[in-house]
């Protein structure tokens, strides 16, 4: 696994990941407490269905009917507890550090728009109709992509089993992502749980993260160079 390597800086107050945190966790328990009838009805109104959205006349339907807001409101539903421990740990490794650099109201932006971007992708690439998509990896997905384009240089601390001992390496994150987004699109076509997991959407969300935190790293460098009247 990868594990954030801690830095001597201070920072301001980081309340969009722990809060996205919480929302997701709440949503999950709340979800379990629920009969299975209820439960299905639920991830059926509420989630992204693949298939359509291929003409102009589907788009403007969809988005009267709602079912345009499905792309949001499926990051908040997860099939299991590994599907959603699974997204909160690199929730909380990407989400953190890219917070600290971008804001928490970027860092909340990011998290729906790159996931409800990812959900799309899914919704188009998926060439069966009616498949349900669910969960927030294409959100954190994109924080992976965020997290990329901000600390470009950064290391990562990989958790390397070692026989009967498990051993702390310093990697760089450009390596480990990359090796991560490589795997991401040969599942795409072959792989583990192929056609049960979206990765098209999780390849999405990494390229529409890495490219809104250029924007908003630009966008911030701007704005420093104002105050400072150069």
Known sequence: MFVSIP???????????????????????GVELLPDSDQRRLL???GALSGGL?????????????VLLRLF????????????????????IFGLPAERAMGPWRLLMLFL??????????????????????????????LIGAYL??????????????????????MPAPLLIGVWALL??????IGPAFGAVAWSAHLAGFAF???FALIARAGIARRLRRKRGL
């Open 7 to 29: 830095t001597r800086e201070r920072s301001p107050l980081r309340w969009a990941t722990p809060a996205l945190f919480s929302v997701l966790w709440l949503c999950f328990i």
């Open 44 to 46: 059926l109104e509420w």
């Open 54 to 66: 291929t003409s102009p006349e589907e788009w403007w339907s969809s988005l009267r009917s709602g």
């Open 73 to 92: 409101t499926a990051l908040f539903l997860h099939a299991d507890w590994a599907h959603l421990l699974g997204n909160l740990v690199f929730l909380l």
């Open 113 to 142: 728009l790159g996931g409800a971007v990812a959900n799309l992708a899914a919704v188009i690439a998926i060439g069966t109709p009616d498949r349900l998509i669910i969960g927030a990896s294409g959100a954190v997905s994109a």
């Open 149 to 170: 384009a901000l600390f470009p240089n950064a290391k990562l601390g990989v958790v390397v089993p070692l026989g009967l001992f498990l051993q702390f390496v310093k």
């Open 184 to 189: 991401q699109l040969l599942f795409t076509f």
């Open 209 to 211: 993260g890495g490219a």
